[in-house]
């Protein structure tokens, strides 16, 4: 506006020297557009300020906005503070994504009389109502008519003149590495650029992690000087500890550039992995408090970050994640604790998951007392890291070292003697499931652990005392083998009662990883199946995830969990009883029964209902994570039930994908499973094209792997779609041949779409229902690249004719974009 108004002028100053005639007109015309101006400039300032020219200011009502509305800089708080700061942030998402801060040292506490200014001689300054500089760039160029300060549409503010930029944020980044910022080392100013996290979520200032470029390869560091994760060293296009990190983790272009000024790291968004969004698509590395580097993704149409990449995947593996003298235990939330005889030092900020000043002494002692001191015995843990070793042939003789030593503060026995001096870090609390931790003494003042041994006495002597009053209620109940209704649908069953029902479980159905099933009837005659869960230590987990993932919920084709048992340490789950076994016993097992195609084609669209139903219907997203036959049970007219849940994962609908520890059966795992990715709910469909693999061949997918892949099912499956040869002679050999050839391409097709690799090419289960049942056709898919690498792959089969892409998928009714 203000060019064309400026054109404006010019044009009728022109005409005036030469049209005396229009002087009272063009004289007019000037006052009309000098007050247009005026007026134009004067509610720009009042709104938002495209730049600062030297001599002005930006106060706390002001915002500095990109030209094409991206970002945003201006006063802002962080959480719940009572501070402000100047920040840049992404301007049109609901919650606030902070990329950038000026003063993250020193924050202003009454923003209405601060201002961020650029001075006369070009340096920006931050200024407190006493105009002391509470930050400022320190950069102080020659200023010219030219100088100005602005935001561009990659979130850089930069300070420039016509010809360079003269200071920009990029060079000074915080906890956000955004496309084009640079990670590396600045030859002119000696420094090393590197994003270091937030101390909590409403304290900017640095925390003890950073993420940086070392040479050729990128670390995340403790307190500048332990690195606890590397990326391996840089090969031309990627890094060698983290293959196809381009690719297949995150979208993004990465440049390596050595040159006269330093050498840094930078990247950009990848055009390829979001051809129809890409000028809308927002991508940014980020440090967070935990220490972890992450990687978002925002594409166009969402309002959410996804998550789709970060290291470590498990905040214990972070150094010194819970601080000095601290436990870490993944299982529990919060995960940081202080060991035993040990308190945080400032509680406060453990509520802001600030743990780096980590935990003391409750009770101080004299080391040069040897009665004063005593050694608390902690099992299945991790070692802290670099212990020093005595050459000692038994523990008491190491004991007795690290008792004499004042600087001892922890000792272990491991067919050598270990001593620990100082504080201590990376103790980690190993879960129960089948690891195998150490047996570590951790020092303590000796009346520390005389309180110990009363604490545990008085707390078991509670919990006994609440035991005996509840079974006295119990009992003063009517036996009607449910106490209670939970969450509107599960009961809770007491022991006696299931005991009474499975006589004594000594009827036996099945049996898993996790316990044993036993049959049951309820004294209204219905029919139970009664999972007794071998320990509490080792399945409370599992125990837990199958109440919170069926208590809720029902559906024809996923079991029904009727109710469960929580007494003592006693965990029993109750469910309906499935007259017809597992589908892994119909199928690989001696069984009287074969099943015929029609049965076969009935539970491979069951089962894929009752998958879409978790995946799509649920309050939360809910993914099953172990889809394979012995999961699969049938009821007395062979229709499917889902079952066993207790690996599941839930996610709420505003994810779209969650980092876990691997889980399931192997044979049946998706590829990201291994790679460390977030999991979707492709991977239950990965793990269902596998099973259903299995369902068409009755063999195992896993079969044929050591005889040359002629005979692996899914490699045979695979070449006979691609070839169009006859399909019925890959149908279980019992079967003669008598199937459905329709609905055995549709079933073997879908099968080989399931097992893609990249999850973008699978097809989500409400698809799969759609081919399976005739509503949507699909194109011949292409043979999945693990296949094609495997020994012994069929070159031939490689290089025959198939579509490369998912986008070459032919539908009746629906276009390739809502497939994915």
């Known amino acids: 506006m203000f060019g064309s108004i400026t054109h404006q002028v010019r044009h009728l100053i022109n005409t005036s020297n030469t049209l005396n005639t229009m002087k009272t007109s063009i004289r007019n015309h000037l006052i009309s557009l000098s007050v247009l101006l005026l007026l134009s400039y004067t509610a720009c300032t009042l709104k938002a300020v495209e730049i600062l020219l030297p001599g002005q200011s930006l106060n706390a009502d002001q915002k500095i906005t990109s030209p094409g509305g991206i970002f945003e800089l201006g006063f802002f708080t962080p959480g719940n503070s009572q501070h402000y700061y100047i920040g840049i942030w992404y301007k049109n998402l609901p919650q ?106 409403q304290y900017p200032a640095p925390g003890p992690f950073s993420f940086e470029l070392e040479q050729s390869r990128l670390r995340l560091l403790w307190n500048s000087s332990e690195t606890y994760w590397t990326s391996g060293d840089w090969t031309g296009k990627t890094f060698s500890h983290i ?10 272009i990465f440049s390596f550039v050595v040159n006269e000024t330093g050498s840094y790291l930078t990247y950009a968004v990848r055009a390829s992995a979001y051809p129809d969004t890409f000028e809308h698509t927002f991508i940014r590395y980020m440090i967070e408090t935990t220490g972890q580097i992450k990687f978002f993704v925002l594409e166009k149409g969402t309002l959410q970050w996804n998550l789709l990449w970060m290291q470590p995947t498990k905040q214990c593996d972070v150094y010194a994640s819970c601080g000095a003298f601290s436990i870490c235990n993944p299982l529990n939330l919060p995960r940081c604790g202080c060991l ?42 991790t070692y802290p890291k670099s212990p020093d070793s005595l050459a ?45 931790g150490k047996v570590w003494y951790l020092r303590v003042a000796a009346s520390e652990k005389r309180m110990t041994t009363w604490i545990v006495v008085g707390v078991l002597a509670g919990i006994f005392t609440l035991f005996s009053i509840a079974l006295v209620v119990v009992r003063r109940r009517k036996s009607t083998g449910a106490l209670e209704s939970f969450e509107q649908s599960l009961v809770l069953f007491n022991y006696r009662d299931l005991r009474k029902a499975t006589e004594n479980f000594s009827e036996k159905i099945g049996e898993g990883a996790f316990g044993s099933v036993f049959k049951g009837i309820l004294r209204d005659s219905t029919p139970i199946a009664v999972k007794q869960l071998k320990s509490l230590w080792h399945v409370e987990k599992q125990f837990q995830a199958e109440v919170r993932t069926l208590g809720t919920i029902q559906h024809i084709n996923l079991l029904r969990l009727r109710g469960f048992c929580a007494e003592y340490t006693r965990r029993l789950l109750v469910y309906d009883y499935v007259a017809n076994g597992s589908l892994q016993s119909v199928l690989f097992q001696k069984h009287p029964l074969i099943l015929d195609w029609k049965a076969r084609y009935h539970i491979a669209i069951g089962i894929a209902r009752g998958l879409a139903y978790l995946h799509e219907d649920c309050r939360d997203c809910i993914i099953h994570c172990d889809i394979k036959p012995e999961n699969i049970l049938l009821d007395e007219e062979y229709s499917p039930k889902v079952a066993d849940f207790g690996l599941a994962k839930l996610i709420g609908r505003h994810h779209s994908r969650v980092l876990t520890t691997v889980r399931g059966t192997v044979g049946y795992l998706a590829p990201e499973w291994f790679t460390g990715e977030a999991i979707t709910p492709k991977a239950d469909v990965f793990s269902y094209g596998k099973l259903l693999f299995e369902v068409i061949s009755g ?75 005739g509503a949507l056709d699909v194109g011949i898919p292409p043979i999945p690249q693990f296949l094609q690498f495997l020994p012994g792959s069929s070159m031939e089969a490689i290089n025959c004719q198939q579509p490369t892409s998912s986008s070459e998928i032919i539908f009746l009714s629906s276009s390739a974009d809502e497939w994915l």
């Open 243 to 252: 293959q196809n990190i381009e690719e297949k983790y995150v979208p993004s």
């Open 392 to 436: 000692v042939d038994n523990i008491g003789k190491c004991r007795l070292a690290c008792l004499r030593n004042c600087s001892c503060t922890a000792f272990a026995y491991d067919s050598q003697c270990l001593i620990w001096g100082g504080d201590l870090f990376n103790v980690t609390q190993l879960s129960s499931e089948g690891m195998i």
């Open 699 to 773: 063999r195992r997918n896993t079969e044929g792997l050591d005889d040359g892949l002629e005979n692996y099912i899914p490699n045979r499956i695979a070449n006979v779609v691609t070839r169009g040869q006859d399909v019925l002679t890959l149908v279980d050999y019992r079967l003669e041949g008598n199937a459905d050839k329709d609905e055995l391409i549709r079933a073997c097709k879908v099968a080989c779409w399931c097992i893609q690799d990249e999850e973008k090419d699978r097809p989500t289960m409400r698809r799969v229902v759609q081919i399976l049942e």
């Open 96 to 201: 606030q994504t902070v990329v950038w801060v000026a003063n993250r040292h020193q924050p202003i506490i009454d923003p209405t009389s601060s201002s961020l200014v650029l001075l006369e001689n070009g340096n920006l300054t931050l200024n407190s109502p006493s105009t002391v500089a509470i930050w400022s760039a320190n950069s102080t160029p020659q200023a010219t008519n030219s100088t100005i300060a602005m935001l561009l549409d990659n979130g850089n503010f930069v300070i420039r003149d016509a010809s360079s930029v003269l200071w920009q944020s990029f060079d000074h980044p915080t906890d956000t590495w955004l496309p084009g910022a640079r990670l590396g080392f600045n030859k002119l100013t000696k420094k090393i650029q590197s994003v270091t996290p937030w101390r909590n979520p």
């Open 340 to 381: 035993k005889g040990f308190r945080p030092k400032f509680p406060k900020d453990w509520e802001l998951e600030d743990h780096s000043n980590g935990c003391g002494r409750k009770t101080s002692f004299h080391c040069s007392d040897e009665g004063n001191s005593a050694f608390l015995v902690m099992k299945n843990v």
